[in-house]
């Protein structure tokens, strides 16, 4: 039996584990489930899935979880954890195997750095931990023996068309130069272009937080929905694959394609292009990644080709999705730059959820922050710590003002 610790259970990626742990549980176990402050959700999961453990952050909700499993006998022997070091301590549970690290945003990453150093297979969904300390972490999992694999859908697909000997490289971050090595010549990393493709730059002035929230093909949370929309996810995710794959900026080429079918390709010196197709579902990547090197059945629908049928591709414009172009220059820049672009992002967009700032605005918050911070070199988690902490001051007062 393989225990599987789910950080961040209540969200999407966390259910949709869930829901692929429920298919497979000869297989596989839900040992500890984690939450910031959704009581009812999680006290469901626990009574559906009884794991030995339960988190809920908050020390209110924690109690209040705690009344409920005590009420009955099959739920009475959960043990009840709270405040962010329990994250940590689930993460590095000597009985978990595998975590998936599925909290949002710069709040997961202490707990997906926990479990690099306790040497676990990570199932990676919190891609805003590697943006800010790619070098850190990918460094913490050489050293520790972790195996790390990748739940966003894009770089389960990268990954995916690469050559076995290649990913297992990855995985185990042991080699230097996977892509050059492997006559890989460019990523192709698809991106649907969210709900706001082809609306003009007064269009997107006056967009809601609801309307930025309805995704046209993936079902996600609230702020990865409004990345979507601004496109600084798809930046994101080219800083992801920067670390992942250890390839440059310019290794990296984002492929509009809105039907989401093809979820990215790989493109080789010989002209061949690998690409990995399938229903947008994520419980395709979280079973590959769970049940690799081997396959297992996720409950996806098989994708019906026929009725696919176009595949549409453009080249992304900068000028209406300045979020992806100032991802770019992040990278470029290097050290905590990224850090300090994926903390006022996330500030700015709980803004723009809350109907405070413009949806246009979010980029002006992003570039004003970079602006204004001297980025410097990511060496230690604390300087990491403290860039994050610097860009989101500065980031809510440049949107209070
Ligand atoms: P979500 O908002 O649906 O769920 C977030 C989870 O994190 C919840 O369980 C919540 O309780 C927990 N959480 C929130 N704040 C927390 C805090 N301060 N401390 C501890 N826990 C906290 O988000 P999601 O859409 O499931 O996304 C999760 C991660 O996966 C994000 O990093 C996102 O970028 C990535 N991802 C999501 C998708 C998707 O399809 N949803 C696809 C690719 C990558
Ligand atoms: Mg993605």
New binding site residues.
């Given amino acids: 039996m393989i225990n599987v610790a789910i950080?961040?259970?209540?969200?999407?990626?966390?259910?949709?584990t869930l829901d692929v742990i429920s298919r497979q549980a000869q297989r596989f176990r839900a040992f500890a489930l984690?939450?910031?402050?959704?009581v009812d959700?999680l006290y469901q999961q626990c009574q559906q899935f009884l794991p030995e453990i339960a988190v809920m952050?908050d020390v209110t909700s924690a109690n209040e979880l705690q009344q409920r499993l005590k009420e009955s006998a099959s739920t009475r022997h959960i043990q009840v954890l709270s405040g962010?070091k329990a994250?940590d301590e689930v993460a590095e549970h000597e009985q978990v195997d595998y975590v998936m690290?599925?909290?949002?945003?710069a709040?997961?990453l202490n707990?997906s750095l926990a479990a690099a150093q306790a040497g676990k297979r990570i199932l990676l969904?919190?891609?805003?931990s590697l943006v800010m300390s790619g070098d850190l972490f990918l460094q913490t999992v050489r050293e520790n023996g972790a195996t790390l694999l990748p739940?966003?859908?894009e770089h389960n697909a990268i990954f995916q068309s690469m050559p076995a000997k290649l990913a297992d490289a990855a995985a185990k971050n042991a080699q230097a130069d996977i892509l050059q090595s492997s006559g890989v010549e460019k990523i192709l990393l698809t991106a649907s272009g969210g709900p706001f493709l082809h609306k003009t730059l007064e269009q997107l002035h006056h967009v809601t937080p609801d309307q930025a929230c309805a995704h046209p093909t993936?079902?996600?949370?609230?702020?990865?929905?409004v990345?979507s929309a601004t496109m600084m996810?798809k930046g994101?995710e080219v800083i992801e694959a920067s670390w992942l794959f250890n390839a440059t900026a310019d290794d990296i080429q984002v492929v509009i394609h809105p039907q989401s079918i093809i979820h990215s390709m790989v493109s080789y010196s010989d002209g061949s292009v690998l690409a990995q197709l399938g229903n947008p579902d994520?419980r395709t990547p979280i079973a590959h990644a769970m049940a690799w090197p081997e396959r297992m059945e996720s409950g996806v629908a098989p994708l019906d080709i026929f009725q696919a049928a176009h595949l549409d591709f453009e080249a992304p414009d900068f000028s209406r999705f300045v979020c992806l172009k100032l991802a770019y220059d992040a990278l470029r820049a290097g050290g905590t730059a990224p850090a300090i672009l994926n903390a006022a992002n996330e500030i700015a967009v709980d803004f723009f959820l809350r109907e405070k700032i413009s949806f246009t605005r979010i980029s002006s918050v992003v570039e004003h922050t970079l602006n204004q911070l001297e980025h410097q070199k990511a060496e230690t988690l604390e300087i990491i710590i403290a860039a994050d902490a610097q860009a989101r001051q500065l980031a809510v007062n440049f949107c209070e003002q």
């Fill in positions: 950080l961040g259970a209540t969200g999407s990626i966390g259910s949709s984690t939450a910031n402050k959704n959700r952050v962010v994250l690290a599925a909290i949002v945003g709040a997961g707990s969904a919190n891609k805003e739940i966003d859908s993936w079902e996600m949370g609230r702020k990865i929905s990345d996810n994101l994520m």
